[in-house]
C-alpha cells in the first residue's frame, strides 16, 4: 500500500526557512515523478515544484530561486528547501507522488506552513 507522510511545516516570520519532508512506503518510488502542491485558504491548489526519476527539476515562477526539490531514492523521501519564504507561500501543503509506468497517483494528507510575523 502506498502512503505519503509529509513532515516539516510550521509558523515561521518572513524571510525565513523550513525543509518539507515526504516519506514515501511501498513500491516504485524510483520510478515515480514526485511533487510538492500548495492549497491556500480559498484558492485552489498549485502546483510549487516537481521532481522526476532521474533529478529533472520544475518549479513554478513565483518560488523560483527560493525553494529546491530533491530526492533520495535509496530513503525513499522527497524534500522541499523552502528559503525567502513570503506571507503569500503560506498554505496546505501537500506531497504528490505519479508512477511514470502504471500513471496511478498519490496525495500525502498535508502539513501546514505559515509565514507570519
Known amino acids: 500500500q502506498v502512503q505519503l507522510v509529509e513532515s516539516g511545516g510550521g509558523l515561521v516570520q518572513p524571510g525565513g526557512s523550513l525543509r518539507l519532508s515526504c516519506v514515501a512506503s511501498?513500491?516504485?518510488?524510483?520510478?515515480?515523478?514526485m511533487g510538492w502542491y500548495r492549497q491556500a485558504q480559498g484558492k485552489e491548489r498549485e502546483l510549487v515544484a516537481s521532481?522526476?526519476?532521474?533529478?529533472?527539476?520544475n518549479y513554478a515562477d513565483s518560488v523560483k530561486g527560493r525553494f529546491t526539490i530533491s530526492r533520495d531514492n535509496a530513503k525513499k523521501v522527497v524534500y522541499l528547501q523552502m528559503n525567502s519564504l513570503k506571507p503569500e507561500d503560506t498554505a496546505v501543503y501537500y506531497c504528490h507522488r505519479r508512477n511514470t509506468i502504471t500513471g496511478l497517483m498519490y496525495w500525502g494528507q498535508g502539513t501546514q506552513v505559515t509565514v507570519s510575523s
Open positions: 521532481i522526476t526519476n532521474n533529478g529533472g527539476t
Open positions: 511501498g513500491t516504485g518510488f524510483s520510478i515515480s515523478v
